[in-house]
């Protein structure tokens, strides 16, 4: 009998996170002061972020040590599973051979808590009372609840309108471990009402919660602001499954020759490619490939150069592809990918050719999520459905070169709290949204006034 789980003990959570920065060929650009232009210093974020993430967030170390409490609390639910998809490889009659590393075995469901235990507990160090944050289909408003509650940190969520009205669990859920919920765009903040003066059934977006978090934070001292994707540290904390999908790939006497994973703002992508990655600047021969919504196509039809984080201008300008800060993406199912940015790191790595990157409509994905669950068990969240999809795009490929590989995709969260978008796809009813390109372009143009990136 083949195996079909590679599990390992507690003692092998790993003890440090690996820092990409240390092993890219060329670095990404620096970010920007919007207001000078000129690249930002490390203390221009210390308004909303404790400086021992500011310091991970500029790191050139290869590797920096994760905290015993962290461990201690990863404890809960790590070292997570790696799956071989041995039922998946016969119904699609492979003979590839197809891993997952699954990371819906943590207490909110997703890969999500791996960063918002170290961001509670190093603003907890620094002495901070309160965290603010954005939230799409709620993941991230929840594993932030979750982490704040072990730290006796207050949490305060914004969460995008749509997601807000679709998916009441997800609030629940915050509501459980103490946190607090409110729509976005709110009338709490200044960016909220200003949104709201102009498009009252506004349904939200990333940007905008962003906004309001950053805004709140900004403006008190006890408050700080917790980002859940995007930025350099968290995409460093999520390397934890990478260097542990490495080590079970070895216990399974494998390698794999393509890693693929959604992307919304690049963590848990960069989390599983960015240890596999290492080892493709370092010589060896595999593909990565990053799958996006083609509702919400930021790397494959954004722009390279720089843009803001959120709609209404208040972060710092980023190095990234970006369909414009205030780009309203299609209502799909997967609000984690509904972002109009990607993190810097990741549009690095893409624009320099290491990784590419593809995208699929959310009707294909559904539909391999459905097979998925019907012969591997788990119920995927639709975000890594995308991935899921590209699995299969590969196995038909290597069929078409007469080839057999092996591939490697991160499950990064259950769709337990999406029965609503199953219910949508399994009526029939399901629909891609296609981009609207009219409000694309619109979007887009703000972005030729940007710095450009040579
Ligand atoms: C948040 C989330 C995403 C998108 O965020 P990334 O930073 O790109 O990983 C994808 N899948 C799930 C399950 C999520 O919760």
């Given at each position: ?51 021992s ?50 990371e ?23 002495g ?5 944050t ?85 403006m ?13 540290h ?9 260097e542990?999908?490495k ?21 848990n ?31 494959t ?72 669950a019907?012969?591997?068990?788990i ?8 991935a899921?999809?590209?699995?299969v ?23 337990h ?8 796809f399994l ?28």
């Amino acid at each position: 009998m083949a195996q079909h789980r590679y599990l390992l003990p507690e003692d092998r959570i790993p003890a440090h996170w690996y820092n990409i920065a240390a092993d890219l060929p060329s670095m990404p650009p620096p970010p920007l002061n919007p207001g000078t232009g000129q690249p930002l210093g490390p203390e221009a974020l210390a308004g909303i972020f404790p400086m021992s993430l500011i310091e991970q967030e500029v790191s050139t170390d290869r590797y920096i040590a994760i905290p015993d409490p962290v461990r201690e609390i990863y404890a809960m639910w790590r070292p997570t599973p790696m799956y071989r998809a041995l039922g998946l490889e016969k119904a699609l009659g492979t003979t590839c051979k197809i891993f997952y590393k699954y990371e819906g075995v943590s207490p909110a469901g997703s890969h999500k808590p791996n960063t918002s235990v170290p961001q509670a507990y190093y603003n907890a160090q620094a002495g901070i009372k309160r965290l603010t944050t954005e939230t799409g289909a709620g993941q991230w408003g929840s594993s932030l609840s979750f982490a704040c509650n072990l730290f006796d940190i207050e949490c305060k969520v914004f969460m995008v309108r749509v997601s807000y009205d679709s998916k009441p669990y997800r609030r629940m859920m915050m509501e459980t471990w103490g946190g607090e919920c409110v729509a976005s765009p709110s009338e709490e903040t200044n960016a909220g009402r200003a949104i709201l003066a102009e498009h009252p059934d506004s349904p939200g977006s990333l940007g905008i919660a962003i906004s309001e978090a950053v805004e709140q934070a900004a403006m008190n001292d006890d408050t700080n602001y917790a980002l859940g994707s995007v930025l350099n540290h968290v995409l460093l904390h999520q390397t934890v499954v990478g260097e542990e999908a490495k080590e079970q790939m070895e216990m399974a006497g494998a390698y794999p020759d393509v890693v693929i994973g959604c992307v919304g703002g690049g963590s848990n992508f960069g989390g599983l490619a960015f240890p596999f990655l290492q080892d493709k600047i370092a010589g060896k021969d595999i593909r990565i490939v990053a799958v996006e919504p083609a509702s919400c196509p930021t790397l494959t039809r954004g722009t390279y150069g720089y843009d803001f984080g959120d709609t209404a201008q208040t972060t710092p300008l980023l190095p990234m592809h970006s369909l414009g800060h205030d780009f309203i993406p299609p209502s799909i199912h997967s609000g984690g990918l509904r972002y109009h940015g990607m993190a810097p790191l990741v549009s690095h790595v893409v624009h320099t050719g290491l990784v590419e990157a593809t995208a699929h409509g959310q009707v294909e994905c559904f539909a391999e999520a459905v097979r998925f669950a019907r012969v591997e068990g788990i119920i995927p969240a639709p975000e890594p459905s995308h991935a899921i999809r590209q699995v299969v795009v590969e196995v038909e490929r290597a069929r078409e070169e007469g080839v057999e590989k092996t591939i490697l995709f991160n499950l990064c969260g259950h769709g337990h709290f999406d029965m609503a978008a199953y219910a949508d796809f399994l009526s029939g009813n399901m629909k891609d949204l296609a981009v609207d390109e009219g409000e694309l372009a619109r979007a887009t143009e703000v972005l030729a006034a940007m710095p450009g990136i040579a």
